[in-house]
């Protein structure tokens, strides 16, 4: 008798969830690189903002938690600074593609 042996395994709903943290909602690279981020534009602001104390703490929450959310989400799926060194590297290595030099509107003369 053959007896086919079906093996069947379920996937855990957490397979995917190495590296991250608050269950599998944030890269933790993402949550260090937001840390640090927030931690430097904010001091910066703190201390570079000659205004009254209930005006620099607006401005700062207005610029400082849609910078955080940037940082949490991310790019297309890299972290922000990875993001960052994707456009400097791009923008120092491109080349221009050249197809053939034409000349529009030139005769030759014979």
Do not use: Q, W
């Not at 996937?11 to 608050?22: C, E, L, Q, R």
């Amino acid at each position: 008798m053959d007896e086919e042996n079906e093996n069947v395994y379920s996937i855990p709903a957490n397979y995917t969830d190495s590296g991250k943290i608050f269950g599998g909602m944030l890269a933790l690279r993402n949550a260090i690189e937001t840390i640090l981020l927030i931690a430097a534009v904010g001091i910066l602001e703190y201390f570079m903002i000659p205004v009254a104390g209930v005006i620099r703490v607006i401005v700062m929450a207005v610029t400082l938690i849609p910078l955080a959310i940037l940082g949490m989400m991310g790019i297309n799926g890299d972290s922000l600074f990875t993001f960052v060194f994707h456009m400097v590297t791009f923008l120092f290595r491109r080349k221009k593609l050249i197809y053939g030099e034409v000349e529009y509107g030139e005769k030759e003369k014979e």
